[in-house]
């Protein structure tokens, strides 16, 4: 290498040098959420959120495809550590079949096979538009009805992986006319129905 091209490279290397300790550091992803968590959810109609029945419910035994989603949500985030954002809400969705089920069986012994829960837990960015903080998939491993507070019970295993790593997820989900599906179902097929609205509904991870 020739004097010149020496200098040339020289001052080249300390040029680059200095852009190089002028670039900021690394910026790394925020760990997940993680703690517990409790969400008042809610679904305002029932023809496209709530319970919604495929292709429907009635009095006659028949296998039902089951969806359940949720409208609006309030968190309780006083025991959530960590997160991109803090979180404002959750979105819900359930899936899954029910052998054999007729209104009566759906109040009185959900039985839910191959359920599915999604929760999509939503914050706000810096322009304060909704955003996703994180979202869980899991499975549901118990399905039931609790005649006291007469609403659906859901609940998950651990979480495996993500947001709330190890904890798990039950959902009770209240019919808000109970007197009115049954009345209903007596001469109509149901397509669907609500929950959360005047029966308390809540998401709980824990």
């Known amino acids: 290498m020739t004097p010149r091209s020496l200098s040339t490279f020289t001052a080249a290397a300390i040029a680059a040098g200095m852009l190089i300790g002028l670039l900021p550091a690394t910026t790394h992803a925020a760990p ?9 959810v809610s679904a305002a109609t029932a023809d496209k959120d709530g319970f919604q029945f495929r292709p429907y419910i009635g009095t006659d035994p028949r296998n039902v495809r089951l969806k359940a989603t949720n409208t609006t949500s309030t968190c309780d985030i ?10 404002v ?5 359930v899936s899954g079949k029910m052998p054999d089920a007729t209104c009566t069986t759906f109040t009185s012994a959900t039985a839910v ?17 909704p955003m996703t903080v994180a979202v869980n998939n899991l499975k549901v ?3 039931g009805y609790d005649s006291g507070s007469n609403a659906v019970i859901l609940t998950t295993g651990p979480i ?20 009115g599906f049954q009345a209903a179902c007596t001469t109509n ?13 809540t998401v709980v991870v824990e």
Do not use: R, Y
Not at 32 to 40: E, K, R
Not at 89 to 93: D, H, N, Q
Not at 114 to 129: A, D, M, R, T, Y
């Open 113 to 129: 096979e191959k359920g599915k829960v999604q929760l999509k837990w939503i914050g706000l960015n810096p322009s304060n538009h």
């Open 141 to 143: 491993v118990t399905s």
């Open 32 to 40: 997940p959420p993680s703690g517990t968590i409790s969400c008042d």
């Open 89 to 93: 809400g959750v979105k819900i969705k």
């Open 189 to 201: 097929n149901i397509l669907g129905t609500v929950f959360g609205n005047t029966n308390p509904s």
């Open 160 to 179: 495996e992986k993500g947001a709330f790593l190890g904890k798990s997820v039950t959902l009770h989900l209240g019919l808000d006319d109970l007197a």
């Open 78 to 87: 006083s025991n959530v550590v960590d997160g991109k954002a803090p979180i």
